[in-house]
Protein backbone atom coordinates (compact mmCIF):
# COMPACT_ATOMS: atom_id res chain seq x y z
CA UNK A 1 0.00 0.00 0.00
CA UNK A 2 1.62 3.56 -1.23
CA UNK A 3 1.82 6.34 1.09
CA UNK A 4 -1.01 7.90 -0.13
CA UNK A 5 -3.32 5.05 0.11
CA UNK A 6 -2.21 4.47 3.72
CA UNK A 7 -3.55 8.25 4.66
CA UNK A 8 -6.71 7.66 2.43
CA UNK A 9 -7.39 4.82 4.70
CA UNK A 10 -7.41 6.79 7.50
CA UNK A 11 -9.75 9.34 6.45
CA UNK A 12 -12.28 6.16 4.63
CA UNK A 13 -12.60 3.52 7.19
CA UNK A 14 -15.93 1.68 6.98
CA UNK A 15 -18.75 3.62 8.19
CA UNK A 16 -20.84 2.29 10.83
CA UNK A 17 -24.06 1.80 9.25
CA UNK A 18 -25.91 4.47 11.71
CA UNK A 19 -22.92 6.57 11.82
CA UNK A 20 -21.57 8.71 9.18
CA UNK A 21 -17.95 8.63 7.84
CA UNK A 22 -16.74 11.93 9.23
CA UNK A 23 -14.44 11.91 6.51
CA UNK A 24 -15.93 12.24 3.34
CA UNK A 25 -14.66 13.05 0.39
CA UNK A 26 -17.57 12.74 -1.93
CA UNK A 27 -21.33 13.11 -2.23
CA UNK A 28 -22.83 10.13 -0.29
CA UNK A 29 -26.38 8.62 -0.71
CA UNK A 30 -27.46 6.11 2.35
CA UNK A 31 -30.36 3.72 2.09
CA UNK A 32 -31.40 1.34 4.71
CA UNK A 33 -34.23 -0.68 5.44
CA UNK A 34 -35.08 -2.88 8.37
CA UNK A 35 -37.15 -5.57 9.22
CA UNK A 36 -38.02 -6.29 12.72
CA UNK A 37 -40.22 -9.49 14.74
CA UNK A 38 -41.88 -7.38 18.23
CA UNK A 39 -43.33 -8.12 21.32
CA UNK A 40 -46.01 -5.74 21.29
CA UNK A 41 -47.57 -4.39 24.60
CA UNK A 42 -51.44 -5.24 25.38
CA UNK A 43 -54.09 -4.80 23.95
CA UNK A 44 -52.17 -6.09 21.39
CA UNK A 45 -51.61 -9.71 21.40
CA UNK A 46 -49.30 -12.21 19.50
CA UNK A 47 -45.92 -11.54 17.58
CA UNK A 48 -46.33 -8.17 15.85
CA UNK A 49 -44.01 -7.37 12.79
CA UNK A 50 -42.49 -4.08 11.69
CA UNK A 51 -40.04 -3.03 8.82
CA UNK A 52 -38.70 0.28 8.15
CA UNK A 53 -36.74 2.26 5.52
CA UNK A 54 -34.47 5.27 5.77
CA UNK A 55 -32.96 7.01 3.78
CA UNK A 56 -30.01 10.13 3.72
CA UNK A 57 -28.14 12.21 1.49
CA UNK A 58 -24.81 14.23 2.61
CA UNK A 59 -23.37 16.66 0.67
CA UNK A 60 -19.53 18.05 0.96
CA UNK A 61 -19.36 21.99 1.58
CA UNK A 62 -16.00 21.68 1.82
CA UNK A 63 -14.63 17.86 1.15
CA UNK A 64 -13.57 16.13 4.14
CA UNK A 65 -14.32 19.37 6.71
CA UNK A 66 -17.93 20.97 6.24
CA UNK A 67 -21.37 18.86 4.92
CA UNK A 68 -24.91 19.40 4.30
CA UNK A 69 -27.74 16.41 4.54
CA UNK A 70 -30.96 15.65 4.97
CA UNK A 71 -33.13 12.24 5.81
CA UNK A 72 -36.43 10.97 5.74
CA UNK A 73 -37.78 7.89 7.25
CA UNK A 74 -41.10 5.53 6.73
CA UNK A 75 -41.84 2.56 8.71
CA UNK A 76 -44.88 0.08 8.71
CA UNK A 77 -46.08 -2.37 11.54
CA UNK A 78 -48.43 -4.66 12.29
CA UNK A 79 -49.65 -5.53 15.71
CA UNK A 80 -52.54 -8.57 16.12
CA UNK A 81 -55.64 -7.10 17.52
CA UNK A 82 -54.83 -3.48 16.75
CA UNK A 83 -54.21 -3.33 13.16
CA UNK A 84 -51.28 -2.83 10.27
CA UNK A 85 -50.19 1.12 9.13
CA UNK A 86 -47.85 2.37 7.05
CA UNK A 87 -46.57 5.81 8.50
CA UNK A 88 -43.98 8.89 6.77
CA UNK A 89 -41.80 9.59 9.53
CA UNK A 90 -40.97 13.86 9.91
CA UNK A 91 -37.54 15.20 7.29
CA UNK A 92 -34.49 15.82 9.13
CA UNK A 93 -32.10 18.94 7.64
CA UNK A 94 -28.45 19.22 8.99
CA UNK A 95 -24.96 20.86 8.72
CA UNK A 96 -21.95 19.82 10.52
CA UNK A 97 -18.59 20.27 10.88
CA UNK A 98 -15.39 18.28 11.07
CA UNK A 99 -11.36 18.83 11.79
CA UNK A 100 -9.18 15.52 11.43
CA UNK A 101 -5.74 14.71 11.21
CA UNK A 102 -3.80 12.00 9.50
CA UNK A 103 -2.78 10.71 13.00
CA UNK A 104 -6.29 8.91 12.56
CA UNK A 105 -8.35 11.05 15.06
CA UNK A 106 -11.21 13.02 13.87
CA UNK A 107 -13.10 15.44 15.97
CA UNK A 108 -16.43 18.00 15.17
CA UNK A 109 -20.17 18.50 15.55
CA UNK A 110 -23.10 19.37 14.07
CA UNK A 111 -26.78 20.61 14.03
CA UNK A 112 -29.96 19.00 13.00
CA UNK A 113 -33.40 19.71 12.75
CA UNK A 114 -36.85 16.98 12.46
CA UNK A 115 -38.89 19.41 10.98
CA UNK A 116 -42.86 18.14 11.91
CA UNK A 117 -45.50 16.76 8.97
CA UNK A 118 -48.67 17.08 9.74
CA UNK A 119 -50.53 13.87 11.13
CA UNK A 120 -53.70 13.08 13.14
CA UNK A 121 -53.02 9.28 14.29
CA UNK A 122 -56.56 7.30 15.69
CA UNK A 123 -56.03 5.47 18.96
CA UNK A 124 -55.12 1.92 16.57
CA UNK A 125 -52.76 4.29 14.40
CA UNK A 126 -50.52 5.25 17.78
CA UNK A 127 -50.27 2.30 19.16
CA UNK A 128 -48.65 0.67 15.64
CA UNK A 129 -46.75 4.15 15.48
CA UNK A 130 -45.04 3.22 19.27
CA UNK A 131 -44.44 -0.11 18.23
CA UNK A 132 -42.64 0.85 15.21
CA UNK A 133 -40.43 3.72 16.27
CA UNK A 134 -38.77 1.30 19.15
CA UNK A 135 -37.24 -0.29 16.50
CA UNK A 136 -35.15 2.60 15.84
CA UNK A 137 -34.76 4.05 19.00
CA UNK A 138 -31.97 6.84 18.74
CA UNK A 139 -34.08 8.20 15.74
CA UNK A 140 -37.64 8.26 17.13
CA UNK A 141 -37.97 11.93 16.94
CA UNK A 142 -38.53 10.41 13.25
CA UNK A 143 -42.12 9.94 14.35
CA UNK A 144 -43.01 12.55 16.78
CA UNK A 145 -46.12 13.38 16.40
CA UNK A 146 -46.72 17.58 15.13
CA UNK A 147 -43.55 17.62 17.31
CA UNK A 148 -40.55 20.26 16.18
CA UNK A 149 -37.14 18.78 17.21
CA UNK A 150 -33.58 20.73 17.12
CA UNK A 151 -30.77 17.82 17.67
CA UNK A 152 -27.25 19.20 18.04
CA UNK A 153 -24.28 16.40 18.92
CA UNK A 154 -20.54 16.27 18.85
CA UNK A 155 -18.73 13.62 16.82
CA UNK A 156 -15.12 11.68 17.77
CA UNK A 157 -13.27 9.05 15.91
CA UNK A 158 -9.77 7.49 16.13
CA UNK A 159 -8.54 5.30 13.49
CA UNK A 160 -5.24 3.40 14.41
CA UNK A 161 -4.14 0.40 12.63
CA UNK A 162 -6.89 -1.77 11.48
CA UNK A 163 -9.15 -0.55 14.45
CA UNK A 164 -11.94 2.26 14.70
CA UNK A 165 -13.54 3.77 17.30
CA UNK A 166 -16.14 6.40 17.08
CA UNK A 167 -18.38 7.84 19.16
CA UNK A 168 -21.31 10.39 19.08
CA UNK A 169 -23.65 12.14 21.83
CA UNK A 170 -26.15 13.87 20.86
CA UNK A 171 -29.17 15.69 22.20
CA UNK A 172 -32.94 15.78 21.26
CA UNK A 173 -34.94 19.03 22.52
CA UNK A 174 -38.58 18.35 21.17
CA UNK A 175 -41.57 21.06 21.35
CA UNK A 176 -44.89 19.75 20.63
CA UNK A 177 -46.64 22.41 18.54
CA UNK A 178 -50.97 20.91 18.74
CA UNK A 179 -52.56 20.72 21.56
CA UNK A 180 -51.20 18.56 24.36
CA UNK A 181 -52.54 15.15 25.17
CA UNK A 182 -53.45 14.19 28.72
CA UNK A 183 -50.55 14.21 31.06
CA UNK A 184 -48.55 14.99 28.11
CA UNK A 185 -45.38 17.61 28.65
CA UNK A 186 -45.04 20.39 26.15
CA UNK A 187 -40.89 20.28 26.17
CA UNK A 188 -39.18 17.07 26.27
CA UNK A 189 -35.44 16.86 26.55
CA UNK A 190 -33.69 13.34 25.10
CA UNK A 191 -30.08 12.72 25.38
CA UNK A 192 -28.57 9.85 23.08
CA UNK A 193 -25.52 8.27 22.86
CA UNK A 194 -24.01 5.77 19.73
CA UNK A 195 -20.61 4.21 20.18
CA UNK A 196 -18.79 2.10 17.39
CA UNK A 197 -15.93 -0.54 17.47
CA UNK A 198 -14.97 -1.66 13.95
CA UNK A 199 -12.39 -3.60 12.62
CA UNK A 200 -11.25 -3.66 8.72
CA UNK A 201 -10.75 -7.43 8.58
CA UNK A 202 -8.91 -6.77 4.60
CA UNK A 203 -9.56 -3.90 2.07
CA UNK A 204 -12.85 -5.19 1.31
CA UNK A 205 -14.33 -6.16 4.60
CA UNK A 206 -15.12 -4.09 8.11
CA UNK A 207 -16.66 -5.71 10.87
CA UNK A 208 -17.81 -3.85 13.81
CA UNK A 209 -20.33 -3.52 16.67
CA UNK A 210 -22.51 -0.80 17.60
CA UNK A 211 -23.96 0.08 20.76
CA UNK A 212 -26.86 2.14 21.74
CA UNK A 213 -28.39 4.87 24.55
CA UNK A 214 -31.21 6.87 24.71
CA UNK A 215 -32.00 8.39 27.55
CA UNK A 216 -34.98 10.60 28.63
CA UNK A 217 -33.93 13.67 30.56
CA UNK A 218 -37.29 15.98 31.29
CA UNK A 219 -40.17 14.75 33.33
CA UNK A 220 -42.50 12.64 32.04
CA UNK A 221 -45.21 11.09 34.20
CA UNK A 222 -46.03 8.51 30.95
CA UNK A 223 -43.02 6.58 31.67
CA UNK A 224 -41.59 5.07 34.74
CA UNK A 225 -37.95 6.03 35.73
CA UNK A 226 -36.70 2.56 35.00
CA UNK A 227 -37.75 2.74 31.59
CA UNK A 228 -36.30 6.39 30.95
CA UNK A 229 -33.12 4.19 29.66
CA UNK A 230 -32.85 2.41 26.59
CA UNK A 231 -29.92 0.16 25.45
CA UNK A 232 -29.22 -1.67 21.57
CA UNK A 233 -26.83 -3.24 19.98
CA UNK A 234 -26.26 -4.27 16.70
CA UNK A 235 -23.22 -6.73 15.30
CA UNK A 236 -22.10 -5.92 11.63
CA UNK A 237 -20.55 -6.69 8.41
CA UNK A 238 -19.45 -4.08 5.73
CA UNK A 239 -17.96 -4.36 2.25
CA UNK A 240 -16.28 -1.67 1.03
CA UNK A 241 -16.26 -1.66 -3.25
CA UNK A 242 -14.97 1.10 -4.92
CA UNK A 243 -18.75 3.29 -5.12
CA UNK A 244 -20.83 1.06 -3.19
CA UNK A 245 -20.48 0.09 0.11
CA UNK A 246 -23.04 -2.85 1.54
CA UNK A 247 -23.45 -3.88 5.06
CA UNK A 248 -25.84 -6.25 7.05
CA UNK A 249 -26.54 -5.93 10.76
CA UNK A 250 -28.89 -7.77 13.68
CA UNK A 251 -30.39 -5.52 15.88
CA UNK A 252 -31.55 -5.78 19.72
CA UNK A 253 -32.49 -4.39 23.04
CA UNK A 254 -30.38 -5.22 25.73
CA UNK A 255 -32.79 -3.66 28.23
CA UNK A 256 -36.09 -2.29 28.44
CA UNK A 257 -36.95 -0.63 24.66
CA UNK A 258 -37.84 2.91 24.18
CA UNK A 259 -39.87 3.85 27.12
CA UNK A 260 -41.19 0.28 27.72
CA UNK A 261 -43.50 1.18 24.61
CA UNK A 262 -42.98 -2.76 23.36
CA UNK A 263 -41.69 -5.91 25.35
CA UNK A 264 -39.00 -7.10 22.93
CA UNK A 265 -38.09 -6.73 19.44
CA UNK A 266 -35.07 -8.24 17.21
CA UNK A 267 -34.20 -7.24 13.61
CA UNK A 268 -32.25 -7.69 10.47
CA UNK A 269 -30.63 -4.49 9.11
CA UNK A 270 -29.64 -4.18 5.64
CA UNK A 271 -27.75 -0.52 4.82
CA UNK A 272 -25.67 0.15 1.42
CA UNK A 273 -24.04 3.38 1.16
CA UNK A 274 -23.33 5.32 -2.49
CA UNK A 275 -20.63 7.15 -3.27
CA UNK A 276 -20.76 9.68 -6.09
CA UNK A 277 -17.22 11.54 -6.73
CA UNK A 278 -16.22 14.88 -7.29
CA UNK A 279 -12.81 15.44 -6.89
CA UNK A 280 -10.05 14.04 -8.08
CA UNK A 281 -9.15 10.28 -6.57
CA UNK A 282 -5.91 11.67 -5.49
CA UNK A 283 -7.39 14.76 -3.72
CA UNK A 284 -5.33 15.03 0.16
CA UNK A 285 -7.69 15.25 3.21
CA UNK A 286 -7.17 18.20 5.24
CA UNK A 287 -5.53 18.35 8.68
CA UNK A 288 -2.50 18.16 10.31
Known amino acids: MSSLEEELSVFDPPAPPTLPGL??????????TTIAVIDPQPPSTGAAYGWSAHGEIEMPLVPRRWFVGGAHEMAAAAL????????????EFWLRGVWSSVRGLASGGGFGLVVPAPRNPSEA???????????????????ADTTLVARPWFDIRLVTGPFIFQFRQGLDWSLV???????????DLTARATFYFGYRASEAIGLGLEVWE???????PRVKDDQRASFAV???????FPWVQPALSMLFPVTTPLRGDVNGYYALRLNVGFSFPTGRRSEPAPGL
Open 80 to 91: PGVGSKILLGNP
Open 214 to 220: VYQLSAD
Open 177 to 187: LRSLRPREPRY
Open 125 to 143: EQYVLEAARTVRPWDAAYF
Open 23 to 32: TRRDLTFTFE
Open 234 to 240: SPSIRFM
